[in-house]
């Protein structure tokens, strides 16, 4: 495929993608005036060559300043061909530095995946190890005799062991996911993780249960990120739970929220009712209101206020 060049001047950045659902990268394509989203091209990463797909036009003026990577030039059908061919044998290099790893005993190591460059200069096995003892962080496991007999099976390919997380290990494998989606999110459309806190579960009345709260990987779902934002926004304007509160049937304590109806459960003395924040009255902040208005200035023994406050200009 022959691409028309175009001048200097002009700047075309692109967003190109690794993997079917991968992390999005910039790079300059302005040497190829003809490039668009689904082409396959060829570009210089931290890793080597790699071979990524096109995704989008990105407006160079919304991404830091900074120089990008020029693409070196798109992928012609050789380059396809090839990329076809070494993907066809990932599995059995995954097979055979999984039956490696076994024999070294590293029992808390589990390979996850194995994935060649499209010219198979590069292999990079990627794989998990189990949580120490203590739940906390990833085991660190010893992997140099296991790199080094891969490096000579595998020769004269670049070989990686690369450590990934949990979630990453769900997101390569796949699957249905907790809540009993056909396919997780992590594998279906999310590029990025977010953080994720038990904050956001209690911040939308969700159940702690960790059953509940927990994905296919072990960690919490990704989907508490989703509606945080609109109930941490909707809760601003609602009564705390346990604040004393007027209502049409008298006073009572609130129990409960419904931020996004922006309504309030309330026990009063016949009952537990729902209103609206509107039919509301806070007797806790005006209390503390009427307690702060009657009491003299702090500043001014026995109440004789001078700092003029209260005099017309």
Same mark, same amino acid.
Request: glycine share 16%; charged share 30%; aromatic share 6%.
């Given at each position: 495929m022959i691409m028309t060049p175009v001048a200097e001047s002009d700047t075309l950045i692109v967003g190109v993608r690794f993997s079917r659902i991968g992390k999005l990268y910039h790079f300059d394509a302005s040497s190829f005036a003809g490039v668009k989203p689904g082409d396959r091209v060829i570009v210089e990463t931290k890793r080597g060559a790699q071979m990524g797909e096109v995704v989008k036009f990105v407006e160079s003026a919304s991404l830091p300043d900074g120089g990008f990577r020029h693409i070196q030039r798109v992928a012609n059908p050789r380059d396809l061909l090839m990329a076809q061919q070494w993907q066809s044998k990932e599995l059995a290099a995954m097979i055979h530095c999984r039956a490696r790893a076994a024999e070294l005993r590293l029992a808390s190591l589990k390979i996850v995946r194995a994935e060649y460059s499209y010219d198979g200069s590069r292999l990079t096995f990627f794989y998990n190890a189990d949580t120490d003892d203590n739940g906390k962080g990833d085991a660190r496991v010893d992997t140099k005799s296991l790199q080094s007999d891969m490096a000579s099976a595998f020769a004269p390919a670049h070989v990686e %062991?690369?450590?990934?997380?949990?979630?990453?290990?769900?997101?390569?494998?796949? $699957?249905?996911?907790a809540c009993g989606i056909e396919e997780r999110c992590c594998s279906k459309f999310l590029t990025e993780f977010s953080p994720v806190s038990i904050k956001m579960a209690k911040e939308q009345g969700i159940s702690l249960n960790p059953e509940e709260i927990t994905g296919m990987c072990g960690r919490l779902r990704c989907c508490l990120v989703y509606e945080?934002?609109?109930?941490?926004?909707?809760?601003?304007? %609602?009564p705390k739970i346990k604040k004393r509160v007027g209502t049409p049937r008298g006073? $009572?304590?609130?129990i409960d929220l419904n931020p996004l109806k922006q309504t309030v459960i309330v026990a009063v003395e016949d009952g537990r009712f729902e209103f609206s924040k509107d039919e509301l009255t806070p007797l806790d902040e005006l209390q503390a209101l009427a307690k702060k208005a009657s009491q003299p200035c702090s500043r001014h023994e026995g109440g004789g206020c001078d700092c003029g406050k209260g005099k017309k200009k």
């Open positions: %062991l690369h450590q990934i997380g949990p979630r990453d290990v769900a997101k390569l494998l796949g $699957g249905p996911g945080y934002e609109q109930y941490a926004e909707a809760r601003k304007t %609602l006073e $009572g304590k609130v």
